[in-house]
């Protein structure tokens, strides 16, 4: 049985059997084709020193980052509308609740990794404007009975709407940054922005520069997820918030169950449909999968050097964020 | 054969992902991976085969110029009707030699300068002269994903393949109206549920004058040629080049152009 099936698959294969061998690791196939007939070292439970994870598929640590950039290359222009169709929308509830958790001050230098499409940027921007615009709400009222002196200067003073703050959008992948920096110009925003291209794994910046560092569904595209909580750790001031949306495990089996139907059924298709790419939406689905859970990657966080760290799951745990401190 | 019986058991699975844990939907994306058929395959449950008709078929209606929508349209809801083109085409000697031989009409396959050397009213000539008007070019196709089996994918591949030596052939532009009128061609020639649906919705972004002379003129005349030619999937296109279009059309039995449409392509 073994030797057709051995046969079939080479003939039939070719490029796949090569991913095949790396990919042995479940047990099904150790113990069914044998491996002295095609000259291949099975690799049994262990992986090799390089090799991670791309989705369900096993890649060498060099290949993943060029994937993962492939990968968001093509999905940048419809990233927004396939997030609506996929999510239901919901994914803006739980961007929205993110910054809730974050509830910045004016004056906060925020740091969005990962942020290509600007969605968390946006979002803080318009957050600290209604802060501030209730702010001069709140000062009307209380002044209703100002000199002249005291008018006069009131339109003399430029008040900062941002009052200082400002949002850097960092993302490794080109084609996420211009569409982000359209929708920008589009939405109206000017000030308080700045766009840069760069690896989580090894950011453009100086030590303790930021206030809050976010990643929102970044962080499981990431090659070695410690050396980007490094980083992370690294470029926060001490007081510092690190803050990360990221899909997770869901804690409920009923839903657990529907969800692994509609992503391993619904999502590609959906992605085949709108955005004519299959394999993409295949890779986003497979990978939310191997990220760790919100306790693992508490732990994760916490050997980062980071302090406090809690977790916070949404709508069943198909989100999560997970918030630490530099101290 | 083994990979049939393998694939029939990897989609029972699949498509019951209620009983299955988060370690086996690993297993199973596996093993679909390890069954691939071809290179561009990509196994599909019959969930998500009717999720992707139902969607490539509202996507291609509601824009026109996804022709990827059509050939993901045509894979899922085709694969009965291939089997049969399939056994026609074994029927067939010509058609059996284009089985096993498995010809590509592609920029690389074809050799442009000694298509373009034939004297003119030969098909090879015409061909490259309708590419050349309706600036189209043969490789703007995509792979097969959907089919499982291989056979019929390469079937379905040269279906579309032959989509412009159709048009060459029934002396139609690639505007709305040759299209649908190709579309009738090709459902009354092939069956295809894609042909059959895009022939019957495709008229319904015309304006009134043009459905009126398509129905009046150009479906019958599509329809009766249909008929009347051989499976069209039989002709091996690539060895015909010298052959003088008019006697092609001769042979195959499809009569001249409708007034309207002369001179367009």
Redesign the interface.
């Known amino acids: 049985m073994a030797a057709?099936?051995s046969y079939?698959?080479w003939s039939?294969?070719?490029?796949?059997w090569s991913?095949?061998v790396r990919?042995c690791g479940?047990r099904?196939l150790h113990s069914s084709l044998p491996a002295g007939s095609l000259g291949v070292r099975f690799l049994s439970q262990e992986k090799h020193a390089t090799q991670t994870h791309f989705g369900?598929?096993t890649v060498s640590e060099e290949e993943k980052g060029g994937k993962v950039y492939q990968v968001f290359e093509s999905v940048a222009k419809k990233y927004d509308v396939m997030n609506d169709m996929m999510s239901l929308g919901i994914h803006r509830v739980w961007k929205d609740m993110l910054l809730w958790k974050m509830n910045p001050l004016p004056g906060t230098q925020l740091l969005d990794v990962a942020g290509g499409t600007g969605d968390i940027a946006f979002r803080f921007l318009n957050y600290i404007q209604a802060q501030h615009q209730r702010k001069q709400k709140r000062q009307l009222r209380a002044q209703q009975n100002l000199s002249w002196d005291e008018i006069a200067k009131k339109y003399q003073d430029e008040e900062d709407p941002l009052g200082g703050s400002h949002v850097m959008i960092c993302d490794i992948n080109r084609e996420m940054l211009k569409v982000g920096q359209k929708k920008a110009s589009d939405q109206g925003h000017k000030a308080g922005l700045t766009w840069v291209l760069g690896d989580a794994e090894e950011l453009p910046f100086d030590d303790h520069k930021f206030d809050i560092y976010t990643i929102a569904f970044g962080i499981r595209n990431v090659t070695h997820i410690d050396q980007a909580l490094q980083e992370a750790h690294r470029v926060l001031k001490p007081g510092g918030r690190f803050l990360c949306l990221e899909f997770s495990r869901v804690n409920n089996p009923l839903i657990?169950?529907l969800y692994?139907?509609y992503s391993?059924?619904?999502i590609?298709?959906?992605g085949?449909?709108?955005a004519?790419d299959?394999?993409s939406y295949q890779y986003l689905v497979?990978s939310i999968?191997k990220f760790p859970s919100q306790e693992e990657f508490k732990e994760m966080i916490e050997d980062a050097g980071f302090q406090k760290v809690t977790y916070e799951s949404l709508t069943s745990g198909i989100v999560a964020i997970h918030s630490g401190f530099k101290l | 054969p083994l990979w049939r019986s393998v694939l029939r058991e990897l989609w029972d699975i699949n498509f019951a992902p209620l009983t299955v844990r988060q370690t086996s939907a690993a297993m199973t994306t596996l093993w679909l991976r390890v069954s691939l058929l071809y290179p561009d395959h990509i196994p599909t449950s019959p969930l998500q085969k009717a999720l992707l008709a139902a969607g490539s078929a509202g996507m291609a209606l509601y824009d026109p110029y996804r022709h990827d929508m059509v050939a993901v349209l045509g894979e899922t809801t085709g694969f009965y009707t291939l089997k049969v083109l399939r056994d026609q085409m074994r029927r067939d000697p010509e058609g059996t030699q284009i089985l096993q031989e498995r010809p590509r009409i592609s920029l690389a396959t074809l050799d442009m300068d000694k298509l373009r050397s034939l004297p003119e009213g030969s098909f090879g000539r015409e061909y490259l002269r309708f590419l050349d008007v309706n600036r189209v070019s043969p490789d703007t196709r995509v792979p097969t994903r959907f089919v499982d089996d291989e056979e019929l994918a390469y079937v379905i591949q040269r279906y579309r393949e032959v989509h412009d030596m159709l048009h060459t052939l029934l002396g139609m532009p690639t505007n709305i109206l040759g299209e649908i009128v190709v579309k009738w061609f090709e459902a009354v020639q092939t069956g295809l549920p894609m042909c059959v649906l895009g022939a019957l919705f495709g008229p319904v972004r015309l304006s009134a004058r043009k459905l009126h002379v398509l129905v009046s003129e150009l479906i019958p005349w599509a329809v009766h040629n249909g008929h009347r030619a051989p499976c069209v999937l039989n002709l091996y296109y690539e060895r015909r080049w010298e052959q003088p279009l008019a006697a092609l059309r001769k042979e195959l039995g499809i009569t001249a152009v409708p007034p309207c449409m002369q001179g367009l392509a």
């Open positions: 057709p099936r079939v698959l039939y294969c070719g490029r796949g991913r095949l990919t479940p099904g369900f598929e657990s169950r692994d139907l391993f059924q619904v590609p298709v959906l085949e449909v709108i004519g299959w394999k497979e999968r």
